[in-house]
């Protein structure tokens, strides 16, 4: 199986050493497509050659591609690929492990943040909160109060993804909970409970994004087939923080594909070198 392999990988070497040769004495179109065809294969050699990297000695390949191989360079090529494979994985690993390690000891990036209660403040009209937000929701605008709806509990706020919110809670089960959010404007939303009164309502950045600070969230529990609602739970507040690391852990999905293009434009510059 080594050796079956080695020959695999010494094939693809071949043939990206006889493609080179083509690329030398040609120009134009076909001068560029030959270059496409040589950053694809070694593309694929670099895959295929990953688990040679990591379990045989380089001196051990080398040897055996000095000894099978037909071209001076081949050692050199093959380390020079090694290192560029190992190196791009190696950066991808680690921007992945920051993160993992940002996840498991820094909650606040991700995980739960805390909530806290204003005594001094009132709970405001529902309808006098920012009336544009809510004309779509006309069924919770004229719905009455009843005393038999209990309140839903907004018991936490987590970060998702290094910038969205998620809020969790519980409330009256197969009912329906408002929360609104306030920023300069006062976003509103609705969730429905499951059985076993649990909810969950995801707020994104993209579509409305809150400004550092304080944020206040109110919640209420709407039942649609009666049209009424409950009273409001307690005001809960938040507060919304830009950091270097929210900055660096929102963008770590873009830091990783983007080492892994670099470094395949690198791969590409020393493929013509190599020419």
């Given at each position: 199986?080594?050796?079956?392999?080695?020959?695999?990988?010494?094939?693809?070497?071949?043939?990206?050493?006889?493609?080179?040769q083509k690329v030398v004495g040609?120009?134009?179109?076909?001068?560029?497509?030959?270059?496409?065809?040589?950053?694809?294969?070694?593309?694929?050699?670099?895959?295929?050659?990953?688990?040679?990297?990591?379990?045989?000695?380089?001196?051990?390949?080398?040897?055996?591609?000095?000894?099978?191989?037909?071209?001076?360079?081949?050692?050199?090529?093959?380390?020079?690929r090694r290192i560029l494979t190992?190196?791009?994985?190696?950066?991808?690993?680690?921007?992945?492990?920051?993160?993992?390690?940002?996840?498991?000891?820094?909650?606040?990036?991700?995980?739960?943040?805390?909530?806290?209660?204003?005594?001094?403040?009132?709970?405001?009209?529902?309808?006098?909160?920012?009336?544009?937000?809510?004309?779509?929701?006309?069924?919770?605008?004229?719905?009455?109060?009843?005393?038999?709806?209990?309140?839903?509990?907004?018991?936490?706020?987590?970060?998702?993804?290094?910038?969205?919110?998620?809020?969790?809670?519980?409330?009256?089960?197969?009912?329906?909970?408002?929360?609104?959010?306030?920023?300069?404007?006062?976003?509103?939303?609705?969730?429905?409970?499951?059985?076993?009164?649990?909810?969950?309502?995801?707020?994104?950045?993209?579509?409305?994004?809150?400004?550092?600070?304080?944020?206040?969230?109110?919640?209420?529990?709407?039942?649609?087939?009666?049209?009424?609602?409950?009273?409001?739970?307690?005001?809960?507040?938040?507060?919304?923080?830009?950091?270097?690391?929210?900055?660096?852990?929102?963008?770590?999905?873009?830091?990783?594909?983007?080492?892994?293009?670099?470094?395949?434009?690198?791969?590409?510059?020393?493929?013509?070198?190599?020419?």
């Amino acid at each position: 199986m080594k050796y079956a392999w080695l020959n695999l990988v010494l094939q693809l070497t071949n043939r990206i050493y006889q493609r080179k040769q083509k690329v030398v004495g040609q120009e134009g179109i076909a001068a560029a497509k030959n270059v496409f065809a040589l950053v694809f294969l070694e593309f694929v050699l670099a895959i295929v050659s990953f688990p040679l990297y990591l379990n045989l000695r380089p001196q051990k390949i080398t040897a055996f591609f000095e000894e099978k191989g037909g071209y001076a360079k081949i050692t050199f090529d093959y380390n020079l690929r090694r290192i560029l494979t190992l190196t791009g994985v190696g950066i991808v690993l680690s921007i992945w492990l920051v993160k993992l390690l940002l996840i498991l000891f820094v909650p606040s990036l991700f995980g739960t943040m805390r909530l806290y209660t204003v005594s001094e403040l009132r709970p405001p009209d529902l309808l006098s909160v920012s009336a544009d937000a809510l004309q779509a929701e006309t069924e919770i605008q004229t719905s009455r109060i009843t005393a038999d709806l209990a309140a839903p509990k907004l018991e936490s706020v987590r970060k998702a993804n290094g910038e969205n919110f998620v809020f969790y809670g519980i409330g009256q089960p197969n009912s329906t909970v408002v929360l609104l959010l306030s920023d300069q404007q006062t976003a509103v939303y609705t969730g429905p409970v499951d059985k076993d009164g649990n909810w969950q309502i995801d707020h994104q950045q993209k579509n409305f994004a809150l400004s550092e600070g304080n944020h206040s969230v109110l919640t209420f529990t709407f039942d649609e087939a009666s049209k009424t609602r409950s009273e409001f739970s307690g005001e809960q507040y938040f507060k919304v923080t830009t950091s270097f690391l929210d900055a660096v852990t929102r963008n770590v999905d873009v830091l990783a594909n983007w080492s892994v293009v670099i470094l395949l434009l690198f791969g590409v510059f020393l493929t013509f070198l190599t020419i």
